[in-house]
């Protein structure tokens, strides 16, 4: 922290030691002792961290940032579910690649009065972790005056010849997705006060869609070890990741909306039209969105199968524009709630 060392050169008498000052060291040394120790290599404590890649694979690198007031507020989420989300937005693309998670270097800027929120947030950073059996070997804590900021960088290693690649989509493959959609965006919706039944089994389940979404660990290598070679994640909705996936493939695409598998508490809580929507254009579902020659498909559900489904709602076509994404119901155009589209 350039500026902050050099302020603190400014104004400290002389002889005190130049330090971060005894907070900041504290504060990491709190967050650290809530962490999990990588078994090999360096983690916390010294300038930089090492670890030794697998023989034969090639590392995956990921980084996203949740800032406050953009893509969280802190009245409507626990900082350790934000802790969790943070993991789960990174590990989801580390998957989405077909890589394997190992290392995450974590970051946080945060106000002199936040030390509490960071230890609530590191809770939800080590669970999962945990239950990702990655190792955070590193970070950096810095003050702000600013939104509190968290940015994830997750290293993952994968088979450079078995890759989830976006561009990996081929003329008569099948578009499939692994478990539901619509979830967290109807979660979301239940935060913003749209009119629901008050089911609060259901209220419960839909929340923690969106606060604590599951990133498909198991799907995402399983897959691409099958020999799948294209996928993406639910970050921004189906529609839209469909988009780059026909875009970066140079295809176009044809999804089915009926077969498109919503999640069932948000069809119960807002209807199958206000679902549907959810589930193709909300996002934060974190589900995997693949193409694959269907001669693969039953492989591909065993594969998946003791971590969740895999549903046909689709097809690769020729184009040679590309980046064409229709949307139908039984074979016509279809057009979604009152703004209606067809395309993207
Ligand atoms: P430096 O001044 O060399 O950047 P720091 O005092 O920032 O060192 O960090 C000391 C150690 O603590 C380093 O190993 C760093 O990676 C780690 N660290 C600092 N902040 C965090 C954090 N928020 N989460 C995890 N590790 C952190
Ligand atoms: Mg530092």
Request: charged share 20%.
């Amino acid at each position: 922290m350039q500026g902050d060392d050099a302020r603190g050169l400014a104004i400290e008498p002389q002889g005190t030691p130049v330090t971060g000052g005894p907070d900041e060291f504290a504060l990491i040394n709190r967050l650290a002792s809530l962490l999990d120790k990588p078994a090999h290599g360096i983690g916390i404590g010294d300038d930089a961290a090492t670890w030794s890649p697998t023989p034969g694979t090639v590392m995956v690198a990921t980084t996203d940032m949740l800032v406050e007031g953009t893509h969280f507020r802190l009245d409507w989420t626990t900082p350790e579910d934000l802790g969790w989300k943070a993991m789960a937005v990174n590990l989801s693309d580390i998957v989405a690649m077909g890589a394997t998670p190992r290392h995450a270097l974590v970051s946080i800027a945060l106000r002199p009065d936040q030390a509490g929120i960071a230890i609530e947030i590191y809770k939800g950073i080590a669970s999962h972790s945990r239950a990702s059996r990655t190792f955070v070997i590193g970070g950096d804590t810095v003050r702000t005056d600013g939104p509190l900021t968290i940015n994830v960088t997750l290293l993952g290693e994968a088979d450079q010849a078995r890759l989830l690649r976006r561009a990996g989509a081929r003329p008569g493959d099948v578009l499939a997705i692994t478990g539901t959609v619509g979830g967290s965006a109807a979660g979301l919706a239940l935060l913003n006060g749209e009119p629901t039944t008050d089911n609060q089994d259901m209220c419960r389940r839909l929340l923690n869609a969106h606060h604590r979404p599951a990133p498909r660990l198991h799907a995402g290598p399983a897959l691409a070890s099958i020999g799948v070679g294209c996928g993406i994640d639910i970050s921004d909705g189906v529609a839209s990741e469909a988009g780059h996936l026909a875009l970066a493939s140079n295809v176009s695409i044809v999804i089915d909306v009926d077969a498109v598998p919503l999640h069932p508490d948000a069809i119960a809580m807002f209807g199958l039209e206000r679902a549907r929507s959810l589930g193709l254009t909300g996002g934060e579902d974190y589900e995997l969105l693949v193409a694959l020659p269907p001669s693969l498909l039953d492989r591909a559900r065993d594969a998946i199968a003791t971590e969740t489904t895999l549903t046909v709602i689709g097809r690769v076509v020729q184009d040679h524009q590309g980046g064409l994404v229709t949307v139908t119901s039984g074979g016509s155009p279809f057009t979604l709630g009152a703004g209606g589209y067809v395309a993207f």
